[in-house]
C-alpha cells in the first residue's frame, strides 16, 4: 500500500514539474517573441531617420520632372522661335541630367548607411547581451535570444511615397500608360525605375517602396506578419555582418534570432527555439502642400 | 504527506501563473505607454493595468499596479519652429525615437509557500520591460504658443 502511495506521489510530482519544465520554456520563449518584437521595431525605425527615405523619394520625383521639363524646353527652344536661348537650355538640360547623378549617388549612400546602422545595431545587441542564463532551474536553463539573421527589404504591396502630378499632363500619361502608378490613389508603384521617355531613358530615377502620409498624419513603425516580408538582402547572416548586395531602399526588417535553452539534468541537451519578428518603418512625412 | 506536496505544487502553480500574467500585464501597459503621446504613457498604461485589475477576480493574484511613474527616454523628437513668413509656430511633426518603461507589481496570495518568505502576504513579484516609442508627431500648422521655440527673434 505504501509502495503504491509512493509511485502515485511520484508520478504526479513527477508530472507536475515536468508540466511547470513545459510551461517555463513556453513563457520564456514568449517574452524572447516580445524581446524580438521589440528589437525588430527599434531597427526598422532606424530605416526612414530623419524621413530620409521620404526624402530621397521626393528628390527622385523632383529631379525626374526636372529633367523632362528641360528637355521639353530645349526640344521647343529652336521651334518657338527663341534659338538664341538654345545655349541656356542645352546648359539647363545638362545640369538637370547631371543633378540625376548626385541624387542616384546620395540614395546609393542612404542604402549603404541604412545598412551599416541596422548592422551595428544588430551586433552591439549581440555582443551586450547577456551570456548567462537569462532563467534558470536545476533541469531547465534559458538565455537570451541571439541574433542570428537579419534581412532587409520591403512590404508586399507597399508603394512608394510620392504621387503622379497631373501637372505635367504628357508625363503622367505615359506614367499611367507604362504603369507606373496606382490611378486609385496616383501614387508610384515600387521598387520602379520610373524611366523617362525618348532621351533620357537612359537615366533611372529608382522609387522605394515607403507607406504615404495620409491626410497629414504619418504611419506609425509597428511589427507586422512575418509572411508579408518580401526580402531585398541580409545585412547579418549567421551571427556575422555580410557584405551589402542591396539595390533598393528597404523600409522594413525582418529580425531571426535562437533562444537557446538547456534541458534536462545538468543541461544535457541544448535546443535553439527559433524566435522571428518583422518591423516597418515608418512612413514618409507629409509635405505642407499635401 | 500527500496533501502538503499538493498544496506545494498548487502554489508553484499559482505563483508561475501571478508572475506571467504580470509580465503579459506589464508588455501590454508598455506597448501602450510607447504607442501615443509620451506626456500621456502614464495614464495609457495605468488604463490598461486598470482593466487588467478590473477582469481579475478573487485573491489569489490580484492588485496589478505601476511600481513607479512610466519613464519615457525620448532620444529625438521635431522641434517647432516659427514660420517667418507666417508668425505661426510650425511643429514639422515626424518620429519621436526612444523608450518607455514600465515597472509593474502584482500581489500573489499562495496557500503555504510565502511561510518560507518569512511569513509575508502578500508576495509581490515585479515586472520591468522597455518598448520603443513609435508615436509619429503629427504636423502642425497652427499656433502653438506653449511650446519651445526656435528661431524665433
Known sequence: MIVLVSLCMGLIVLVAVIGIIFNNLLFQNSRSQDKVDAMALSFARLINAGNRVGQINELEDRCRELVYVSRQTEIACPAADCGYMTALCDQLLSDARSGQKLVEAERQNQINLICNEVQDAATRYNRDRSADSSFSLNWLQTYEPRITDVALGTIKDVQSSVRSQTVFSELAYHDYLADYFDPETALYKAPLNARLPGSDADLSFELSALPASVKMITPQPRNTNSDVFVPYGKVVESGEQSPNSIQHIPNAVHVSCAMDALVGPHGSNKVSISVVSTGITSGASPEPED | ?153
Do not use: W
Not at chain 2, 59 to 77: G, M, N, T, W
Not at chain 2, 123 to 139: A, D, E, G, T
Open chain 2, 1 to 153: 504527506m500527500l496533501v502538503p506536496v499538493l498544496l506545494v505544487l498548487v502554489d508553484l502553480a499559482i505563483v508561475i501563473y501571478g508572475v506571467q500574467l504580470n509580465d503579459t500585464a506589464c508588455h501590454n501597459a508598455a506597448q501602450a505607454a510607447a504607442a501615443g503621446e509620451p506626456a500621456e504613457a502614464q495614464y495609457r498604461a495605468q488604463t490598461v493595468l486598470n482593466q487588467v485589475n478590473s477582469r481579475t477576480t478573487g485573491e489569489l493574484v490580484s492588485h496589478f499596479a505601476l511600481d513607479r511613474p512610466v519613464e519615457s527616454e525620448i532620444e529625438a523628437a521635431p522641434i517647432p519652429y516659427r514660420d517667418q513668413m507666417t508668425g505661426k509656430t510650425v511643429n514639422p511633426g515626424g518620429v519621436i525615437t526612444g523608450t518607455a518603461t514600465v515597472t509593474t507589481t502584482v500581489e500573489i496570495r499562495p496557500f503555504i509557500v510565502h511561510n518560507v518568505y518569512g511569513k509575508r502576504l502578500p508576495l509581490k513579484f515585479s515586472c520591468r520591460q522597455s518598448i520603443p516609442i513609435r508615436y509619429v508627431v503629427p504636423m502642425c500648422e497652427f499656433p502653438c504658443p506653449s511650446e519651445p521655440l526656435i528661431g524665433s527673434n
